[in-house]
């Protein structure tokens, strides 16, 4: 009864850090970035017989069109994540952004067109263009947004990370074996036990810098030290923690850590 009351008080942790909003903002920040690249690259070459525009005319049409599918495409891709938590591949996302996305552009791409008489050949004709825009782009966005890895730890004389700033009091001191990203809140794995912080586990690896490390799943980040098995099987790879807790390693991080000497 008091390890089962344990469990849940550590789940009901309070939680301290970053705005959802905030968090949920910065996801749009750069594929608008590149949106707004793509959209400036496609007017200046006039796509799609767009080069008799004028081309303050052409600017505002594909910025604007590419940050619309930027934004429409940022949110398909967090519902999937909502949706399918354990979704790994990136790919998998990118085919659902594309296959929502087509559809709606289609319709917006023959109307800025003027509308001409809609025939079967038509339709068609815009789907298939449509189709191949919205898959490059979402191509080009998946690959700009990727994730990398980082294994690197710190110079002897160099301070320690930011990130035990926000250890919870209960967990000063100990040693940090994994971080778990649950929404829009982090789960601390430590030689301490568990609690919850409310952080976006990108910028919790960037204040990680310091400790040796790495991703090892878009949901988690896992200190070298903390590893005490590695198993494969299916296809993918789990590390067993100094605590028992079992992070999985996606597809997407497996080859790099596996290079790194992981397991």
Request: glycine letters at 8%; a positive charge.
């Amino acid at each position: 009864m008091r390890e089962k009351a344990s469990a849940v008080r550590e789940r009901r942790a309070p939680a301290i850090g970053e705005a959802p909003t905030t968090t949920v903002l910065k996801s749009y920040l750069r594929p608008l970035v590149v949106a707004v690249i793509a959209g400036a690259f496609l007017a200046l070459i006039g796509a799609l017989g767009t080069g008799d525009s004028p081309l303050v005319s052409r600017l505002v049409y594909w910025i604007g069109l590419s940050s619309l599918g930027a934004v429409l495409g940022t949110t398909v891709a967090l519902t999937v994540d909502r949706l399918w938590p354990g979704l790994d591949s990136t790919w998998w996302r990118a085919l659902a952004i594309v296959t929502v996305l087509t559809p709606l552009f289609t319709v917006l791409v023959w109307v800025a067109g003027g509308r001409t008489p809609l025939t079967l050949q038509v339709a068609a004709t815009y789907f298939g263009i449509t189709l191949v825009m919205t898959a490059g782009m979402t191509a080009l966005m998946t690959l700009a947004t990727r994730p990398t890895i980082q294994t690197h730890a710190a110079p002897p004389e160099a301070p320690p990370p930011r990130f035990l700033e926000r250890l919870p009091p209960r967990l000063r001191g100990s040693e940090i074996y994994a971080v778990e990203a649950e929404d829009h809140y982090l789960r601390l794995h430590t030689s301490k036990g568990q609690d919850l912080i409310l952080l976006r586990l990108s910028d919790a690896v960037a204040e990680l810098e310091g400790i040796e490390g790495a991703q090892t799943h878009r949901s988690w980040w896992v200190a070298k030290a903390a590893v005490r098995d590695a198993r494969r099987g299916d296809g993918r790879a789990t590390l067993t923690l100094a605590n028992g807790v079992e992070a999985p390693v996606s597809r997407a991080y497996a080859r790099m850590l596996r290079e790194a000497g992981w397991y």
